[in-house]
């Protein structure tokens, strides 16, 4: 069976340093992996999302994430944090059917100044 | 486009009453999904359509949930009848593929006393 694990329910961060909120997943085969954030009050918007090819995804606001399958990971990253980026983070995984969608508990994210 | 739309916004009822959710996702989009967001069990996806036909329903709690997808502009979900448990944010999402990006609405905040 499928699933999605963040292990950090809760990070602080002061503003301007990097970040890396962790994500792995457990599936059979190669996963369809996404990042999404929400905001306050909001829904849930995508970051980026992995299918194959490079490694390294580059997604909007300046995040990226890396695929590791030696680790079962796909880590979000951001180099410089903003105080705009406080928010819930939520890895997600699809089997490559599409049939099945699982979302991980959420990380979130806390930036002081 | 005004993305994806998600009525009420709200909704008060007691326990034992109907509860109808509806969504209209956005024009082109083929497939549709309804989740539910409770701070006990995080997000989870109850039912997802393709094309209008329920492609997975296995997240749908028990018999009192039901969705609909008459046309592919309108989805309902239903809670016959609701208890105090339902109580969660409700968010619908369309995608214009099984896995491509999910657009998300801004969800229905529903309370059953």
């Known amino acids: 069976a499928q699933s999605v694990t963040q292990p950090d329910i809760h990070i602080t961060v002061s503003e301007g340093a990097s970040l890396e909120l962790r994500c792995n997943y457990s599936?059979?085969?190669?996963?369809?992996l996404f990042w999404y954030v929400q905001s306050p009050g909001q829904g849930l918007q995508l970051l980026l999302k992995?299918?194959?090819?490079?490694?390294l995804v580059q997604g909007i606001k300046g995040f990226e994430a890396e695929f590791k399958r030696s680790q079962s990971s796909f880590n979000l990253r951001k180099p410089s944090v903003h105080w705009s980026d406080a928010a819930e983070y939520f890895c997600?995984?699809?089997?490559?059917?599409?049939?099945?969608?699982?979302f991980g508990t959420g990380t979130s994210l806390t930036v002081i100044p | 486009d005004a993305g994806v739309i998600q009525s009420p916004r709200h909704e008060v009822t007691e326990m034992g009453q109907e509860v109808t959710l509806r969504c209209k996702p956005i024009?082109?989009?083929?497939?549709l999904f309804w989740y539910r967001q409770t701070m006990m069990r995080g997000l989870e996806l109850l039912i997802y359509f393709n094309n209008n036909v329920p492609i997975d329903d296995s997240g749908m709690p028990e018999d009192r949930f039901s969705a609909k997808m008459p046309n592919a502009s309108f989805s309902t979900l239903k809670i016959q009848p609701s208890e105090p448990r339902d109580s969660a944010v409700y968010f619908c999402?369309?995608?214009?593929?099984?896995?491509?990006?999910?657009?998300f609405g801004p969800g229905t905040r529903l309370l059953v006393l």
């Open positions: 992995y299918f194959s090819g490079d490694t």
């Open positions: 024009s082109g989009h083929n497939s």
């Open positions: 599936y059979g085969a190669t996963p369809y």
């Open positions: 999402a369309s995608s214009l593929r099984a896995l491509g990006t999910q657009y």
């Open positions: 997600a995984v699809a089997s490559n059917t599409g049939n099945q969608f699982y």
